[in-house]
């Protein structure tokens, strides 16, 4: 996995509260056996109208915001379904951080899997950061400091330690799980005494 | 350890499962069960060919078709080449690493979350988890059961474990008595009509109150696979009489031997007297009304006695842009009656509602009535085969195909449009599945969500009508 440790670039702002999953790949595009591939899909529905052609003013093909590492967004973004194919998506935009005010759990959990910062933070704050993309400004996200830098302003974001670990260093989290193979074979041992019908014969 | 400090449901499995406390309350969880399809796994089991890594335990896993399954012409080659693609590569990785798979031909094939309670698989105090966000239907049981990424699937397959943080404790309340014609599917609406889709984002949802404890299994599975619609990870219930009658003797409940010993386990799951929950809600059951999805998140919701609402009764502008793109999209009116919105197709099934009672509810409205003539298509697609033979066996078939619906083979169907089951768009839908997305049943389609009673009675009027009067 790529390493996040500092990001400045000019962002998107798409302020859209509780955008979902299928907004991000339509289920239709998930049947795919492979990693890549999702992001000529991505936000389908809001680059492409009904018959295919694309959508003149919309902010993820934009001249304006081309180039693009940070996507600035509405509340509850990336709620619905758990499919990892939309981080897969927003990555092959070329987005390595997303703010908003808040992410659904389990997108969330799948961003970090995928080298992808998300950032939460106040409304107000999320306002501000996106007038500031609106305008062509460059934004840093320092993930070691868990600051947002805008012209002037700074804002602090609170970060699962676990998962800043994993960021910061690109870790392989299976390889670091078998880390602890010794304890998961003693838990079993345990579990099977416990609960033996757990186990099939 | 537990000590004297009363717990709740979801502390008492988190606290059976920690393999390794982790810094900043994360912990290495093990987990007991996994069930798999074809959508969400083959990029984990070719991470695991990757890395040459072994599942840890293949006993632990369950694998069924169930996206992309055509529920018709069975019998003749899958018209998509590259669900085709999908399926073939499920069947290939099973034999490979040598799981249990139940092909598209068995009688026990159908929704993975279905099958799972189906087969006595789900059970009281597990931690379950699938590629499929709609795993919280296990939660009905008493399991600790939650979707994950693809990533996280090939993690558990390799090391029976995820790294995860705790979440918080929610119950929903529910007292008094649903009225009739109201179910679960209503309570679940109701619920996330208040709360919002990101009312219980970082939670795990407790449902209690007498409206839970007279909800059959059915009924408990349909409200726990809404929970991630309310933005809560998983959904639980604490099992009962009813829990253990519904395993007794399902092919993996626990044997005779095991048996006492299991259901005297699993009646400690349940919260302690005085547990302390984070966030408390509560509805009164005697007020719930039969509810209809008008816009493009669960949360817009209405009463079938309603309207849809007026941008002047939202305060945040956010969310008043939001009602005028929802409208757009769903081409209604502000202020517009519930009843006044026309149906155009009907779907019945989805892991939120595809078992025998959802499908018992659709025959009892459907029996001696026909569709109304706007009506383009009537699907009931059960949940699995042993729903579709159940139903069989009870001449449900019959009636509803008197009716004018068309009877399926097991599959998702037309809750996502990745199979042949698709809605064109502009066509309003009733339907009784968990979202109503914009595009979810295909583009440009109207989704409208409701329950299998509500819907079987927009078909037979050709708009929405409250099934109370029925």
Redesign the interface.
């Known amino acids: 996995m790529e390493k996040f440790t500092q990001v400045t670039s000019i962002a998107t702002p798409y302020?859209?509260?509780?955008v979902?999953t299928?907004?991000i790949i339509?289920?239709?595009h998930?049947?795919?056996?492979?990693?890549t591939g999702f992001g000529e899909h991505a936000f389908e529905?809001v680059r492409f109208d009904?018959v295919g052609n694309r959508v003149g003013d919309n902010v993820f093909d934009s001249d304006r915001y081309k180039g693009a590492k940070i996507l600035v967004t509405?509340?509850?973004f990336g709620?619905?379904?758990?499919?990892?194919h939309a981080?897969w998506a927003i990555a092959e935009l070329g987005f390595r951080c997303i703010i908003a005010p808040?992410?659904?759990?389990?997108f969330a959990?799948?961003c970090v899997?995928?080298g992808i910062l998300t950032v939460a933070l106040p409304?107000a704050e999320v306002d501000a950061i996106a007038m500031a993309a609106e305008g062509g400004q460059d934004i840093t996200v320092n993930l070691e400091d868990q600051t947002v830098e805008v012209g002037n302003s700074k804002y602090e974001f609170d970060y699962?330690?676990?998962h800043k670990h994993m960021l910061l260093n690109g870790l392989d989290?299976?390889g670091?799980?078998?880390q602890?193979?010794a304890?998961?074979s003693a838990?079993?041992e345990k579990?099977k005494h416990m609960?033996?019908?757990?186990?099939?014969a | 350890m537990s000590g004297t400090m009363p717990q709740t449901m979801y502390d008492k499995i988190w606290e059976h499962h920690v393999?390794?406390e982790?810094?900043?309350g994360?912990a290495?969880l093990?987990i007991?069960r996994h069930l798999v399809h074809e959508?969400?796994s083959?990029?984990a089991f070719?991470?695991l060919r990757a890395?040459g890594?072994k599942i840890?335990r293949p006993?632990s896993i369950i694998a069924v078709p169930d996206?992309?399954v055509p529920t018709k012409n069975r019998h003749l080659p899958n018209p998509?080449p590259?669900?085709t693609?999908?399926l073939t590569?499920l069947e290939a990785n099973v034999k490979e690493f040598g799981l249990e798979y139940i092909a598209i031909d068995d009688v026990r094939q159908g929704i993975v979350h279905v099958i799972g309670p189906e087969q006595g698989f789900t059970?009281p105090?597990?931690t379950l988890v699938c590629?499929?966000?709609h795993?919280s239907t296990h939660g009905a049981f008493g399991a600790l059961a939650?979707?994950?990424?693809?990533?996280?699937v090939?993690?558990v397959m390799?090391?029976?474990?995820l790294?995860l943080?705790k979440?918080q404790n929610m119950r929903v309340t529910v007292n008094g008595t649903l009225p009739v014609g109201c179910t679960a599917k209503d309570v679940a609406l109701a619920i996330i009509g208040k709360i919002g889709?990101?009312g219980g984002?970082?939670y795990v949802i407790e449902y209690a109150g007498s409206v839970i404890e007279g909800l059959s299994m059915e009924g408990r599975m349909t409200l726990c696979n809404m929970s991630?619609e309310a933005?809560a990870?998983a959904g639980l219930v604490a099992p009962d009489e009813k829990t253990f009658e519904y395993l007794r003797g399902k092919p993996k409940s626990?044997?005779a031997g095991?048996w006492d010993?299991?259901v005297s386990?699993w009646k400690t799951l349940g919260s302690d007297e005085g547990a302390s929950f984070d966030t408390e809600v509560v509805l009164n059951g005697d007020d719930i009304v039969p509810q209809v999805t008008w816009g493009t998140?669960p949360?817009d919701v209405a009463p079938v006695t309603g309207f849809v609402p007026e941008a002047s009764d939202i305060q945040d502008d956010?969310?008043s842009?939001?009602l005028e793109?929802a409208l757009k999209y769903m081409g209604l009116e502000q202020g517009q009656a519930i009843t006044d919105i026309p149906v155009d197709r009907v779907f019945v099934g989805s892991c939120t509602n595809s078992r025998i009672e959802d499908i018992r509810a659709v025959a009892e409205i459907a029996k001696g009535r026909k569709i109304a003539d706007r009506i383009i298509e009537a699907i009931v697609v059960p949940g699995s085969g042993l729903v579709k033979e159940q139903a069989e066996a009870e001449g449900l078939d019959k009636i509803l195909i008197d009716a004018g619906f068309e009877w399926r083979e097991p599959g998702c169907s037309m809750c996502?449009?990745?199979n042949p089951d698709k809605a064109g768009?502009g066509e309003h839908v009733a339907s009784t599945s968990n979202?109503n997305?914009?595009?979810?049943q295909g583009?440009?389609a109207r989704t409208h969500l409701v329950s299998p009673a509500m819907a079987a009675a927009a078909a037979i009027a050709g708009h929405f009508v409250d099934v109370r009067d029925f």
Not at chain 2, 146 to 152: K, L, N, Q, V, W
């Open positions: 302020m859209r509260a509780n979902d299928d907004i339509p289920a239709k998930l049947k795919s056996i492979k990693r529905t009904a509405g509340d509850n709620c619905g379904s758990s499919r990892e981080p808040s992410f659904a759990d389990i959990g799948n899997k995928n409304q699962n330690a676990a989290s299976i670091q799980t078998l602890a193979s304890a998961i838990f079993e579990q609960t033996p019908w757990l186990y099939r | 393999v390794e982790r810094e900043g994360v290495l093990y007991d959508v969400t083959p990029q070719d991470g890395a890594r840890h006993d996206h992309n998509d590259m669900s693609a999908q590569a059970q105090g597990v590629g499929d966000s795993t939650f979707g994950i990424g693809t990533s996280e090939e993690h390799a090391t029976q474990t790294v943080k979440s889709t990101g984002t970082g991630i933005g990870r626990p044997k095991q010993a299991a386990f998140s949360e956010h969310k842009a939001s793109a996502l449009a990745m768009a979202r997305f914009v595009g979810r583009p440009g």
